[in-house]
């Protein structure tokens, strides 16, 4: 039997279904968490041979106790995981801590979570790169947007989401930025791309090959959801495109994914650029975990699968025993509170009801990027999911 370590298995809170596939695999799953057992979800309980419970995830000491206590008592831990980006390089130290060669070590960490870093790989690949530049002082980032010209972006090179993301159009918006700046996070400054995301999402096993593939589309820039306030659209798309899937491939490869569930985020071209023709495929970053927020289930509703019984075969099998059934759209919208939409929640439940698959509130903490109040619904074409969209979304007009 296997021992599994999994960190955080309370939150998010549909990640206790990893472990429910694990422990149904013959696994012995011992989670990390900092939830109280008492207040863990009877589903999560259920899910685990044991739980370990530290006053605090963030500290990094008080994990490693945890992990050696669990070792001491259940033999040597076969699998460490989260399946999330804010714990990636603790997770990576503490494989490489307790000799646990099945993930990603320190040593792997900086192609996998610098974007600078990335491109490299990426480029490996075949796949076009942003032209970048890492942000040093003002007259280096003057220089390099005369090459490149207004707007470009910044952002953190090392960082979780859309946080301290920003689009700048002109120097006292750049003035602006480095007054504000933390001085201690590194940023990357890249030429804008007018794009959508396009990702690649996937399940590889122990020798670098998809045991399942889709991909999403988000026709809006999470930035901007963000920093504007907006409503957040995106869905899990019918059928994988082929350049999607080529590019995902490729990246998989080069980047030397084995045994991970990946998200992969590409741009599509609006309009003709330096960097490609419309609708090409170039980079934009790897995330070497899922898709977050309810996106495991969305793809789960969107394929007719199951897509945490698949990780967790790929874990005890390499390979997967779970079919994957009938292809829709599945689309998520998120409401922002304050908006007045011209069509109620009411109204909204009585026109797609029977096509809503989840609905409800979105917790703070993912709030920024995900909207207040979320609608996940299935379709079957393009067009409806749009129709979809125009109602949920619609806003009065003020008078």
């Not at 040593?107 to 610098?114: Q, S």
């Not at 689009?167 to 590194?186: S, T, V, Y």
């Not at 609905?359 to 709030?367: E, K, N, Q, T, W």
């Not at 299935?378 to 003020?398: G, I, P, S, W």
């Amino acid at each position: 039997m296997k021992n599994i370590i999994f960190i955080s298995p309370n939150f998010p809170t549909n990640y206790w279904q990893f472990c429910r596939e694990l422990k149904g695999n013959g696994m012995n799953v011992l989670g990390i968490g900092d939830q109280p057992y008492d207040e863990l979800s009877q589903d999560l309980k259920d899910s685990l041979n044991e739980y370990y419970k530290v006053v605090n995830l963030e500290n990094e000491d008080e994990v490693y106790r945890g992990i050696a206590f669990l070792a001491y008592k259940h033999g040597r831990i076969d699998w460490l995981e989260s399946n999330n980006e804010y714990w990636l390089e603790r997770d990576a130290r503490f494989r490489t801590d307790f000799h646990i060669t099945t993930g990603f070590q320190v040593e792997d960490v900086p192609r996998i979570k610098y974007k600078s870093k990335m491109k490299e790989y990426y480029q490996k690949a075949g796949i076009p790169t942003a032209r970048y530049h890492l942000v040093d002082d003002k007259e280096g980032c003057l220089k390099f947007i005369q090459e490149v010209g207004y707007p470009v972006i910044v952002k953190p090179d090392n960082g979780v989401g859309a946080s301290h993301t920003f689009k700048l159009n002109d120097e006292e918006q750049l003035d602006l930025f480095f007054r504000d700046k933390e001085a201690d996070i590194p940023f990357i400054m890249e030429e804008f791309i007018d794009a959508e995301v396009n990702s690649y999402d996937a399940i590889v096993d122990s020798q670098g090959n998809p045991m399942f593939e889709t991909g999403n589309v988000t026709p809006y820039s999470i930035m901007d959801i963000v920093n504007n306030g907006d409503n957040s659209i995106y869905y899990i798309v019918k059928r994988l495109a082929k350049d999607t899937q080529e590019a995902g491939r490729a990246a998989v490869k080069s980047f030397g994914v084995k045994s991970r569930f990946v998200h992969f985020e590409f741009f599509r071209l609006l309009r003709d650029q330096h960097i490609g023709k419309k609708g090409d495929i170039v980079a934009l970053e790897v995330n070497m975990r899922p898709c977050g927020g309810f996106t495991p289930d969305m793809i789960n509703y969107a394929h007719n699968t199951d897509v945490y019984k698949i990780w967790a075969d790929m874990i005890a099998f390499d390979r997967s025993t779970k079919p994957v059934g009938d292809h829709e759209y599945c689309a998520y919208g998120g409401r922002r509170d304050g908006k007045h939409f011209v069509l109620s929640h009411e109204e909204i439940m009585a026109k797609y009801g029977p096509q809503l698959k989840m609905m409800g509130r979105i917790p703070d903490v993912l709030a920024d990027a995900m909207g207040n109040q979320m609608y996940v619904g299935t379709f079957r074409t393009k067009k409806e999911m749009d129709e979809f969209y125009h109602d949920l979304l619609a806003v009065k007009e003020e008078a």
